[in-house]
């Protein structure tokens, strides 16, 4: 990967199983047991077994190590093994690790995981109480005192920013909501599974940090998903289609904290995001106009319209329109998070979405694009964070 | 309980009272120490010092005392003022003496509220005077201004349900401080918003860190913000709502400073759906507990007074109580206030009312008169504590006429609020 040159990641590794616990409320077992659990689910979609693993990635925040999950789950020597920070930024670069990985012949197959009760256990939107006095926790402590506590206040604070910025109302928002929860209502393992909302009851849900409301933010969920990387050329063997990694890209931003880059240029914009897009364009070859459908990370509804500006899907302050012209549907200029997103089907810190842009390469997605070939998959959004241009093969 | 009330409403309370003491340097100035206010010039009292005047027993009509005793009676024990309105139709000067005649003027129905539940008596007070050390006569005196001043009767709720000592309340998070961050904080320790700037390359920065985004120089000095800002983003939040934060929704605003740094900091001294995106602020400083004093963001402009803090100490609550010659042992025996279930002393009204009257002529200077302060009370003011002030003007009239708005918090919410009348002359 390269700031100024396309990299040759491109092409040689792919995503060859994905599996999850079901998504819950409350899943009434272990973290560890969950990551296990979709660890297997994974190896089993693709055809192989704990003993073919030879690399495990996850996230800093995962609580189930890689160690732990190797001896649980079955698994036997590793020669790889990796996390990546930044909560849900590190989705997407948990497949970049296995890819280049892989591509390198570190590993051959590099099982990504990540598993939580974040619902029954420890809510992220219960608000932080303190911090320790390292430089992350200092950068996080400057909000703290005067009340700036969950993911959706910092969020918030961005938004209210960008509707300000372009004469918007936070009931845009609404569209983003709309889409993603109309997705999900014909997604069984989805949490708003045959409940569709309207935009009415969109703006009438309460707030929760103005201009955020209930329907603007993600689901809280117990569950974990896992996904199988190895080379395109093992993975033809298997037993799905690759899902080939065509690209795969961090990105940081100038002056990047992780969710409170309040200190920096406009807030309009999500800067590492535009650096994991122009990593993306140039390393696959492609354009946005060559991407069959997205699943853009939906944490809270104001950065899925932020990413579409970022990635080139329409002009900056243009994505509200976009969304109210129905483009994120299905049959609009861009179908996105056809599994309900994180807003509708469930908050698996992005690696739900991964799984997603899989089944939609192979055609077996609930809300499936016709001959879908390009997927592009985000990963979390206000933090540094990574990105998948996914191809089918040939 | 059916108590005939009624019949009280129009009876006299206080009937041909004489001040005891002529208006007298002393005294103007014992209370301008008090509330840390500048004595006026020409032997001019205070205007908030009204009331003061007329306290003692001089006067008092047995209705008003047989009121309170069927009020006592009926288990209304407690009393505490909630508001105070008073006009000003002249200054007071050295050497005059005060005459006051006061009405009961209502008798409400049974409240409910959040101390407990009684009755609000609202009396209302003239207040003549006459130039005795110039030899004038009592039938000679002048009117002054009036006041109408409301007490509640009430029995207490029950004791789970009384204000809480302010020490016991839950906390917001604590600043997280290191070694690359402890200036900022000392800054803020002194009163002072301090932002870093680079010695290489001169780009200011915030939040502190030891180098430089802009050119990796490691050198630095600290600047303190002039204080001028604007609302850059703002939300307000209402879920959740931590009781550290009021338990009700709360406004966030990153504001960019003149200097062009942002920090996240509250916006006081409006509500939180007042806050808007571009607005002018100015920096104050408000302490929240014992350890914590945060920057904060005051409305600004041309109609905004600019904040004023006033340490709530012991001894400005006491030497408050006794300048006002208010004696009631809660404003000054800490013992005797708890056991009427208080946590401790807390600031009479007339204190209060000669703050308010102080943070309104801080401002104006002294070609400015005061005609009217009408303030009510909301939750108490106890030692420890700091009362911030923060006004509005709400009316500018042709004739130099303005009305402000005034509001003082604490720890605990608003302490007081009210409109005060002032009149700027030529």
Redesign the interface.
């Known amino acids: 990967m390269s700031l100024h040159r396309a990299d040759t990641l491109g092409g040689h590794a792919a995503v060859a199983g994905i599996g999850a616990t079901e998504f819950s409320k409350d899943s009434g077992r272990s973290e560890l047991k969950l990551a296990v659990e979709a660890v297997h689910a994974a190896l089993d979609d693709a055809g192989l077994t704990p003993a073919d693993v030879d690399g495990l990635v996850t996230f800093t925040m995962d609580t189930s190590p890689e160690i732990t999950v190797a001896q649980a789950a079955g698994i036997g020597e590793l020669s790889f093994f990796s996390r990546i920070h930044y909560g849900g930024g590190a989705a997407c670069a948990t497949v970049q690790q296995a890819a280049m990985a892989v591509a390198t012949g570190v590993a051959e197959v590099v099982v990504c995981y990540r598993a939580f009760n974040e619902r029954s256990g420890h809510r992220f ?11 992350e ?14 993911p ?2 910092w969020v ?3 938004a ?2 960008y509707l ?1 910025t372009y004469g918007l109302s936070p009931d845009v928002l609404g569209h983003v909501a709309v889409a993603d929860r109309r997705h999900a209502a014909t997604n069984p393992a989805a949490y708003f599974y045959r409940r569709p909302i309207t935009l009415a009851e969109h703006a009438a849900s ?6 955020l409301r209930l329907l603007d933010c993600c689901q809280e969920t117990d569950g974990g998903q896992a996904v199988v990387v190895t080379s395109v050329e093992r993975a033809r063997d298997l037993r799905h289609a690759p899902a080939v990694i065509a690209a795969a890209a961090q990105g940081a931003g ?2 990047q904290e992780a969710m ?1 880059s ?2 920096r240029d406009d ?1 309009t914009g999500l800067p590492e995001l535009g650096v994991v897009a122009r990593q993306l364009w140039r390393s696959s070859g492609l354009r946005p106009e060559d991407v069959d459908t997205a699943v853009l990370y939906d944490h809270f509804t104001p950065f899925v319209l932020m990413q579409l500006e970022e990635f080139g899907f329409c002009g900056r302050g243009e994505a509200a329109a976009f969304a109210a012209d129905g483009g994120l549907e299905l049959g609009g200029r861009l179908p996105v998070n056809t599994h309900g997103g994180q807003l509708g089907e469930a908050y698996l810190h992005g690696m739900n979405g991964i799984a997603e842009g899989v089944r939609q390469l192979r055609g077996s997605s609930v809300n499936q694009v016709a001959g879908a070939s390009a997927v592009l998959v985000t990963a979390g959004t206000g933090v540094p964070t990574s990105g998948l241009v996914l191809t089918a093969d040939g | 309980m059916n108590l005939e009330l009624e019949a009280y409403q129009g009876l006299p309370s206080t009937v041909a009272g004489v001040g005891p003491d002529p208006v007298n340097a002393p005294m103007i100035r014992h209370w301008c120490e008090a509330m840390g206010d500048t004595v006026p010039p020409d032997g001019v009292a205070p205007p908030a010092m009204l009331q003061a005047w007329t306290m003692g027993q001089s006067g008092r009509s047995e209705h008003f005392d047989s009121l309170m005793r069927e009020l006592e009676a009926a288990g209304y024990g407690s009393v505490v003022a909630t508001d105070c309105e008073q006009e000003y139709a002249r200054p007071l000067r050295i050497g005059e003496r005060v005459l006051f005649d006061s009405v009961i003027e209502s008798v409400s129905a049974e409240k409910h509220t959040a101390l407990g539940t009684g009755h609000f008596v609202t009396t209302r007070m003239n207040v003549r005077a006459y130039d005795e050390a110039a030899g004038e006569k009592p039938g000679e005196a002048t009117p002054v201004g009036t006041h109408r001043f409301r007490i509640l009767k009430f029995r207490p709720t029950g004791k789970g349900e009384r204000p809480q000592a302010v020490d016991t309340r839950p906390r917001r998070p604590r600043p997280v401080v290191n070694r690359d961050n402890a200036g900022y904080w000392d800054g803020v320790a002194a009163g002072e918003l301090r932002f870093q700037r680079c010695d290489a390359c001169g780009t200011a920065r915030f939040p502190w860190l030891p180098g430089c985004n802009a050119c990796g120089g490691d050198q630095w000095h600290a600047e303190a913000a002039s204080g001028d800002g604007a609302v850059y983003s703002k939300v307000t939040v209402h879920h959740p709502l931590p009781v550290a934060f009021g338990g009700k929704p709360y406004a966030v605003a990153l504001v960019e400073l003149a200097e062009g740094v942002r920090i996240v900091a509250n916006v006081v001294g409006a509500a939180a759906d007042q806050v808007t995106i571009g607005m002018p602020v100015r920096l104050g400083f408000q302490r929240f507990d014992e350890e914590l004093v945060l920057p904060v963001f005051h409305p600004a402009g041309p109609d905004r007074l600019p904040p004023l803090r006033v340490p709530l100490t012991r001894t400005l609550i006491v030497s408050g109580a006794i300048a006002s010659r208010d004696y009631q042992d809660v404003h000054h025996d800490a013992e005797l206030a708890r056991a009427k279930g208080a946590p401790d002393i807390f600031m009479n009204i007339l204190t209060t009312n000669g703050l308010v009257g102080r943070y309104v002529t801080d401002w104006t200077g002294p070609d400015a008169r005061i005609e009217a302060i009408a303030i009510r009370l909301g939750v108490p003011a106890y030692p420890g504590d700091e009362l911030q002030f923060s006004g509005e003007v709400t009316e500018r009239g042709e004739d130099g006429r303005t009305v402000l708005a005034i509001r003082g918090t604490n720890r605990l919410g608003v302490h007081v609020s009210g409109t005060v009348k002032v009149r700027r002359h030529g």
């Not at chain 1, 926790?137 to 969950?150: C, E, I, K, S």
């Open positions: 939107g219960s608000g932080l109480q303190s911090r320790q006095p390292s430089a926790g200092v950068a996080m402590g400057w909000t703290m005192p005067p009340g700036l506590l969950t959706a206040s918030a604070l961005h209210a920013r300000h309460r707030w929760i940090v103005e201009p100038r002056a409170t309040f200190y807030l």
